[in-house]
């Protein structure tokens, strides 16, 4: 999140306001392809797979974005509810990492892929 230092009394940095929320703004509604969704995850697949559940192997197949402001990126695997906390985190931190989305919350929210 940015923060801006500033003083009321002198006005240092006061016009830099304005320009920050717009910016968190444009972050907030920024819009990524789903091809450069895929691409991303299969990128984090790759470099860890999700850990096994119970003995079950887990599955991502593909993910989108499927919300803005804020954005949310569904994914979608075989047992959505199996993958722990930890890997949606990386997840959400890879998504992050990627795109930004400065200021504004990243929603990742793992769904069954339909048949």
């Not at 940015?2 to 240092?12: D, V």
């Not at 444009?26 to 470099?47: D, F, M, Y």
């Amino acid at each position: 999140m940015p923060f801006i230092f500033l003083s009321a009394l002198t006005g240092q940095r006061v016009q830099k306001v304005l320009s920050t929320i717009l910016d968190v703004e444009a972050e907030r509604k920024k819009r990524i392809t789903t091809s450069q969704v895929n691409t991303t995850l299969e990128s984090l697949v790759a470099r860890r797979q999700p850990p096994q559940a119970a003995g079950r192997e887990i599955k991502l197949n593909y993910a989108t974005q499927v919300e803005t402001a804020p954005p949310t990126i569904a994914v979608f695997g075989n047992n959505p509810d199996l993958v722990q906390e930890h890997y949606i985190r990386y997840l959400h931190n890879g998504f992050r990492e990627a795109w930004g989305f400065t200021g504004s919350p990243l929603r990742v929210v793992m769904r069954r892929k339909s048949a």
